[in-house]
């Protein structure tokens, strides 16, 4: 695989692995991962359960550190970064995204009390996301699953990010939340060309929304490709079982 010089990419991987100390064993979850990842991009990882997927995307923000390898973010190397610029600028939204105990308007406000930064208008933040701003004064308890993910999201984008990390974020979510939450995500991608890396087990998903594909399995990148080849011409037999679900 040629490789692109780092300051052409958003997120960059050269020979990345990681490994877990479990009781009398270690666990090689990365081993030796290199791509590119383009500006303003929607990639989605994709691959069986303990593929590596989730460490993969926790490492562009170093929630965890690589044990070799370099990582670039916008052209520079990772670990150059002081660590409020880099979490500013690369979000994270989880699945289960935990609530700050308060209002919706308090969990709005994180970013604020944490790095000093002006999110403007929170009811434009909430119009962003699809929320009403008569919920910003309900607690965060009395807000629906979907509602959470939502405001999750609009937490995010008040740090004014550059690239968006979405590990599994609509799987808890009923069908029609789950569309809405992609189109929404869709349409910031077009407006501000914000770079999403999106970990999913739905293929379905992963087909609406990714532009590119990447495939792990064992922790090993296998397919790197555009996500319409991917589905429609897998390259490796690992790849084609897995679309056909005979790899969980």
């Not at 990447?214 to 897995?242: C, I, K, V, Y």
């Amino acid at each position: 695989m040629t490789l692109s010089h780092p300051s052409a990419c958003a997120v960059q991987f050269q020979h990345i692995t990681k490994s877990f100390a479990h009781a009398n064993h270690t666990v090689t979850v990365l081993d030796r991962i290199d791509g590119d990842i383009k500006q303003g991009s929607i990639t989605t990882l994709v691959g069986p359960s303990g593929s590596g997927k989730s460490t993969l995307l926790s490492l562009c923000n170093l929630l965890i550190t690589p044990d070799t390898g370099q990582l670039y973010i916008q052209g520079k190397d990772i670990h150059s970064w002081p660590i409020t610029e880099l979490r500013r600028n690369v979000g994270i939204v989880f699945q289960d995204a935990p609530m700050v105990q308060g209002t919706a308007l308090y969990n709005l406000q994180t970013a604020q009390r944490l790095h000093g930064i002006d999110i403007g208008n929170p009811e434009t933040l909430m119009e962003q996301v699809g929320l009403s701003s008569s919920l910003l004064t309900q607690h965060v308890q009395d807000l629906s699953g979907g509602q959470k993910q939502r405001l999750a999201l609009a937490r995010t984008l008040a740090n004014q990010p550059q690239i968006l990390l979405l590990d599994e974020i609509t799987s808890a979510l009923d069908p029609s939340s789950v569309r809405e939450v992609e189109q929404l995500l869709l349409e910031i991608n077009r407006e501000s060309r914000i770079t999403l890396i999106w970990v999913t087990h739905q293929m379905e998903q992963a087909q609406r929304v990714g532009q590119e594909t990447w495939f792990l399995m064992n922790g090993q990148l296998l397919e790197q490709r555009s996500t319409a080849d991917f589905f429609a011409h897998p390259q490796t037999e690992e790849a084609r079982q897995f679309i056909k679900g005979e790899l969980q």
